[in-house]
C-alpha cells in the first residue's frame, strides 16, 4: 500500500494577529488589519522571509541564498505532473528543512525580544520624564485668573511643590520668567482684595484713573503706523552723545558694529550733500534709540526713541529680501531687538522676533566658521561674521531667559569659533594676528562670555525646555559647573583691570557679573518657595538671597537715595549707565530688579515669620535697605516714562507689610493698614503721571519733540503690547474677572523681524 503524501508546512507569511484572528493579511507592516484595528504593534513571527506563500514553497533556503540549487526551477512547474513526493525528495532536501525551520524561529525570537526590549525602554523612560504634576488654580477679581504648572518630586511626602511653568490664556511661561518669583507674593491679594473690590473703594478709583491717565500718555507719545524713514535726525551735538553713549554701554558687550568703519560713514553723514545711504540711516537711528536710553535720568527722547525705531521696523517691512542679506542687514535686525525691548516697543515679544534673525543667519550660513566657507573670505569678514553670530547667540539666551521660552539654540547646530581677540583697528590692516589672551582688546568682553555660554545654555533649556524635567541633583551640577566657569572669566577680568592700559570700564565689569548672577538668580528661584518650608532647599535660599543682592547693588551702588545722587562726585561716573538702563529702559535690566527686590521682600517677610521673641523684631538692615531703595527707583520709573503705576503699588504695600510685621501689627489692623498705604502709594505716583501728561502737553503746543501725529492719530498697533512688569497682580479694571496680564491683541500688527 503506498505511504500517504505528507503536506509540507509552509512558513508563516501573515502576522501574529492576523493569524489568530484568521483573516486575510497584505503581508504589510503595519499590515491593513492591524490599522483598521489600531493596533500598536504588528508582529510578524517571520520577519526574514516575506515572500508570498507559492515563493516561499519552492524554495528551500532562505530568500536572500544565491546557491544555483535554488536558482533552478523545477521541471513540473506550469505542467500537469504531479508533485514529487516526500519519499523522492533527494537527502539534500531533506536535511535542508529542518535546518531552515530552526533558523527562522531563531530569527523570529531575536526580532520579539527586540521589540519587547524598545517598548519596556520608552515605556522606563516615559515613566522618569513625567514626574507627579499637579495645576494650582490661582484666581481673584483683582488678579484674574492663571495656573501654576508644579511637580512634586517627592509625592506623598511634605517636601514643597516645584512650579514649572505659569498658563494664562494662550501663553505659558517657562520657569525663569519673572512672574514665577511674583507669584510668591499673592497672599497679599487674597488679603487686600475684600477692600479694593467695594464700590466705595478709594484705592480702585484711583487706579482706574491712572489707567486712564496713562492711555492717554501712551496715545500722545506713540507713532503712527506705517512710520516712513525720513531724513530727519537730531543735532549733531546731540547726536553725538547718544552715539558716544551707545559705543561705551551696550556695543562693549554686544559686538555689532564695526566701530572704525561706523564713525567714517557716520562723520560722512553730516558732511556729503548727497542722498544718505538708506540702510545706514536705519542704522545710525537704532543707535541714536539705544543710546537715548542712557542720555539722562528720565529718558527725555522716549518719543523721538520710539519714532526712530517705529522707522526702522517699517523700512525691515518692505518687500525685497534677497538683496537684503548681507551682514548690515543683520547688524540692522540685532539693533532693532536691543531697541525694542530698551525703549519699550513690545519688549515681550522680542523673543519670538530673534528666532526670524536666527534663521536668516543660518540661511546667511553664519553658523558655519568662516574655515569651512570660500578661502578667499578676509579676515575682517570672517571676524564679523565670527562677531555677529556670538551676539546672536548671547541676545537668544538672554531673550529666552526673560520670556520663558526655550531658547530654540544648541551646540551642535553651528560650529562658529568665538570672535578673535582682535581691536576694530586691526581688522582693516592685512594679515591681522590676534592679541595673546590676557591682553584687553574691544572683542575681550564677549570671548569671556563666551567661555560661558555651553553652560549658561544648559540651564536656559533646563528651566524653559518643555521636556525638561530636571531634579534638584541636576541644579546643583549647573550651579557647579557655572561657578567654575565663571571664576575662570574672573581670573581673566581681574588680570586685565592689574595690566596696563586699555583696561575694562567699571560698566564692563558690572555688566558681566549681572549676566552670570542672572543665571545663577534664574536656576534657585524654583526652590526658594519651597525653601521656606523645606530645608532640603536651603543652599537655593541661600543662593538666591545673596545673589539677589549682589544683582541689586551692582545696578544701584549704596547709600542709594535716587538716580540724581549718581551724579555726584560720590559715585564713579560709568555707574549711573546702568542705573538709567533699569530706571529709564525696559526689558531685561528693569526686570532682573525687580525680581532682586521681590525675592529679598520676599525673604524678610519669612524672616520675621520665622521669628520668635518677646521684644522688637530684628532683620538684615542690608535687605531692608533693598526694600525702601526700590520704592524709590519705582517712582524713578514713572519719571522717566513708565505709565503704569502698579510697580509702585506693588514695592510699597510689600513694604508696609514688612514694617507691620516688624511692630507687631494684629491680624485684625492688618488689612486696613495695607489699604491705607496702597491709598498713599497710588495719589504719589498718579501725581507724577499727571507732572509727565502735562508736561507732554506743553511740549505738544510749543511744538517739541519728533514728528508724530499725537491728537488726532488712535493709538499704535502696539499700544496694548506694553508688557509692565508689574501688572501681573493688580487690576482695578472692571467688577469682573480681569485678564491677569495681557490684554487684547491689536487686530493689525506690523511685520516684526
Not at 183 to 193: N, P
Not at 300 to 310: F, K, P
Not at 504 to 515: G, H, K, L, T
Not at 690 to 708: F, I, K, L, N, R
Request: with cysteine; hydrophobic share 35%; proline share 7%.
Amino acid at each position: 500500500m503506498p505511504e500517504p503524501e505528507r503536506r509540507r508546512r509552509r512558513p508563516p507569511v501573515s502576522c501574529v494577529l492576523c493569524r489568530q484572528r484568521k483573516i486575510r493579511c497584505n503581508r504589510e507592516s503595519p499590515c491593513n488589519n492591524c490599522l483598521r484595528s489600531r493596533t500598536v504593534n504588528c508582529i510578524y513571527e517571520n520577519p526574514v522571509s516575506q515572500l508570498p506563500h507559492r515563493t516561499a514553497e519552492l524554495s528551500l533556503g532562505p530568500p536572500d541564498s544565491s546557491t544555483p540549487a535554488n536558482n533552478k526551477k523545477p521541471s513540473s512547474i506550469g505542467s500537469s505532473s504531479s508533485r514529487p513526493s516526500h519519499a523522492s525528495a533527494s537527502p539534500a532536501t531533506a536535511s535542508t528543512r529542518p535546518s531552515y525551520s530552526a533558523s527562522q524561529d531563531v530569527e523570529s525570537l531575536k526580532y520579539r525580544i527586540k521589540q519587547l526590549e524598545e517598548q519596556l525602554s520608552r515605556a522606563e523612560q516615559n515613566a522618569s520624564m513625567a514626574p507627579p504634576q499637579a495645576t494650582e488654580t490661582i484666581t481673584s477679581r483683582i488678579s484674574g485668573t492663571f495656573y501654576v504648572h508644579h511637580e512634586d518630586r517627592l509625592a506623598g511626602q511634605s517636601s514643597g511643590a516645584i512650579p514649572r511653568s505659569t498658563s494664562h490664556k494662550s501663553r505659558e511661561f517657562g520657569q525663569s520668567h519673572w512672574i514665577n518669583g511674583l507669584i510668591i507674593l499673592r497672599d497679599i491679594v487674597s488679603v487686600m482684595e475684600p477692600y479694593v473690590r467695594e464700590e466705595t473703594s478709594k484705592a480702585s478709583a484711583l487706579m482706574q484713573k491712572s489707567k486712564s491717565l496713562a492711555r492717554t500718555i501712551k496715545k500722545r507719545r506713540a507713532p503712527s503706523w506705517p512710520a516712513q524713514l525720513s531724513h530727519r535726525l537730531p543735532p549733531k551735538s546731540l547726536a553725538d552723545e547718544l552715539v558716544d553713549c551707545y559705543l561705551r554701554t551696550t556695543e562693549t558687550v554686544y559686538r555689532i558694529l564695526h566701530v572704525p568703519t561706523f564713525k567714517r560713514e557716520y562723520d560722512a553723514h553730516w558732511i556729503s550733500q548727497g542722498e544718505p545711504s538708506t540702510a545706514f540711516l536705519v542704522q545710525l537711528k537704532l543707535v541714536l534709540a539705544i543710546g537715548a536710553t542712557t542720555y539722562d535720568d528720565t529718558f527725555s527722547l522716549r518719543a523721538d526713541a520710539m519714532q526712530w525705531v517705529y522707522e526702522a521696523m517699517t523700512w525691515l517691512a518692505e518687500p525685497g529680501f534677497k538683496h537684503r542679506l548681507n551682514l548690515q542687514y543683520i547688524q540692522i535686525n540685532l539693533l532693532l531687538l536691543l531697541a525694542r525691548e530698551l525703549v519699550d516697543v513690545g519688549p515681550d515679544l522680542v523673543w519670538i522676533s530673534v528666532g526670524t534673525v536666527l534663521r536668516t543667519s543660518i540661511y546667511m550660513g553664519l553658523h558655519k566658521d568662516p574655515k569651512r566657507l570660500p578661502p578667499n573670505m578676509t579676515t575682517f569678514v570672517a571676524e564679523m561674521r565670527r562677531r555677529l553670530w556670538n551676539t546672536l547667540l548671547e541676545l537668544s539666551l538672554q531673550l529666552s531667559l526673560t520670556s520663558g521660552g526655550p531658547p530654540m539654540i544648541s551646540l551642535d547646530m553651528f560650529d562658529t569659533e568665538p570672535p578673535g581677540n582682535f581691536d576694530d583697528e586691526q581688522l582693516t590692516t592685512e594679515d591681522p594676528v590676534p592679541k595673546p589672551e590676557d591682553s584687553f582688546t574691544q572683542t575681550s568682553l564677549a570671548i569671556a562670555l563666551h567661555k560661558t555660554f555651553p553652560t549658561r545654555l544648559a540651564i536656559g533649556k533646563f528651566l524653559n525646555d518643555h521636556n525638561s524635567h530636571g531634579t534638584y541633583e541636576d541644579t546643583l551640577q549647573l550651579d557647579t559647573e557655572l561657578r567654575a566657569s565663571f571664576k575662570v572669566v574672573l581670573r581673566t577680568l581681574q588680570n586685565y583691570k592689574t595690566s596696563a592700559e586699555p583696561r575694562p570700564s567699571r560698566f564692563e565689569m558690572d555688566i558681566v557679573e549681572i549676566i552670570i548672577n542672572r543665571h545663577f538668580l534664574s536656576l534657585h528661584i524654583p526652590f526658594f518657595a519651597p525653601s521656606l518650608q523645606e530645608a532640603a532647599y536651603a543652599f537655593s535660599r541661600k543662593v538666591a538671597v545673596e545673589t539677589a543682592l549682589k544683582i541689586w547693588r551692582v545696578i544701584f551702588p549704596p547709600p542709594y537715595t535716587g538716580i540724581a545722587q549718581l551724579n555726584s562726585n560720590t559715585v564713579s561716573p560709568d555707574r549711573h549707565d546702568l542705573t538709567r538702563f533699569a530706571i529709564c529702559g525696559s526689558g531685561t535690566f528693569r526686570i532682573i530688579s525687580l525680581q532682586a527686590s521681590c525675592l529679598i521682600s520676599t525673604e524678610l517677610r519669612a524672616q520675621l515669620q520665622e521669628e520668635e521673641t518677646l521684644g522688637p523684631s530684628f532683620v538684615r538692615q542690608d535687605l531692608l535697605s533693598v526694600v525702601q531703595e526700590a520704592k524709590i527707583s519705582s517712582l524713578e520709573c514713572i519719571r522717566a516714562g513708565e505709565t503704569s503705576i502698579k510697580g509702585h503699588f506693588l514695592i510699597a504695600v510689600v513694604a508696609a507689610q514688612i514694617e507691620a510685621l516688624m511692630r507687631g501689627t494684629g491680624k485684625e489692623e492688618f488689612p486696613a493698614y495695607l489699604v491705607g498705604v496702597a491709598v498713599e502709594a497710588e495719589e504719589t505716583a498718579l501725581a507724577i503721571l499727571e507732572d509727565v501728561a502735562a508736561q507732554q502737553q506743553q511740549a505738544e503746543g510749543s511744538g517739541e519733540g519728533s514728528e508724530q501725529t499725537h491728537s488726532t492719530t488712535p493709538s499704535g498697533p502696539l499700544e496694548d503690547w506694553d508688557f509692565p512688569m508689574s501688572d501681573a497682580l493688580f487690576d482695578f479694571g472692571s467688577a469682573e474677572q480681569i485678564d491677569w496680564v495681557f490684554e487684547g491683541m491689536p487686530q493689525q500688527e506690523p511685520l516684526l523681524l
